[in-house]
């Protein structure tokens, strides 16, 4: 039995279906990458560029008169001038105005773009951040928290004050130490209690997925060096 013809218009139709299945890879164009969205704000935990091209991390934002500033590890910020807010150095925030390595390990970059604004916050990633309200002096036995560029957030207790520590570049006096791990590139990290801050990652033992502790360098130490105040 012969079967029967099929309809013109049901031949078009398929031969139309073809003809856009076989083209709709070719047209099919890829998404776009992200663009990363300007910095609006520069936070304590945040990363600052310099224009040697290392990278530093703000511990905590602070005041002086009119002024604004970035408390910073000394070992980090001691060889640039010039810094900026984003990875491309395209928005600079900055210049170095102030550090002390060794014997401190502490230092300021005075904030000149009026365009950021630079919150009395920690970032704690995820888009989380915690304020800060004042500065104290460390205890042992008190409770801290830091947030570190690598290793993130972590906590444990203040197990010592008052402590040496030798590096390459020579010792630094007045730490802290802590038993809350932390990794490589955590180096200026801040150092708080609640609402209080204590420290500015400076050195550590072991790692995370070893244990170890960290060392800080106190908060109302480098306010008192350079008349500043966190509020």
Do not use: K
Not at 54 to 59: D, E, G, I, Q, S
Request: charged residues 10%; proline residues 7%; hydrophobic residues 40%.
């Amino acid at each position: 039995m012969r079967r029967p013809p099929v309809p013109v218009t049901v031949l078009t139709a398929l031969a139309a279906l073809a003809a856009v299945l076989l083209a709709a890879p070719a047209t099919l164009a890829a998404p776009a990458p992200a663009v990363p969205s300007a910095p609006t704000a520069v936070r304590g935990g945040d990363v600052l560029y310099g224009g040697d091209g290392r990278r530093c991390t703000v511990a905590f934002n602070a005041r002086g008169g009119d002024a604004y500033y970035g408390l910073v590890a000394g070992h980090c910020a001691g060889g640039a001038t010039t810094w900026y807010a984003d990875a491309a150095r395209t928005v600079p925030v900055g210049t170095t105005a102030g550090s002390g390595f060794p014997g401190d390990d502490h230092g300021i970059v005075r904030y000149t773009n009026t365009s950021l604004s630079y919150p009395p916050e920690v970032n704690l990633g995820g888009g989380a951040v915690r304020s800060i309200t004042g500065a104290a002096a460390p205890r042992v036995g008190q409770s801290v928290c830091h947030a570190g560029r690598a290793g993130g957030l972590h906590c444990g207790t203040v197990t010592a004050v008052d402590v040496t520590v030798n590096y390459g570049g020579g010792a630094v006096h007045g730490l802290f130490r802590s038993n809350a791990c932390s990794e490589p590139g955590d180096g200026g990290g801040p150092a708080f209690s609640d609402g209080t801050a204590l420290g500015i990652i400076v050195g550590g033992s072991g790692n995370c997925a070893y244990g170890g502790g960290t060392y800080y360098q106190p908060v109302v130490e480098v306010l008192a060096a350079y008349g500043l105040s966190l509020r």
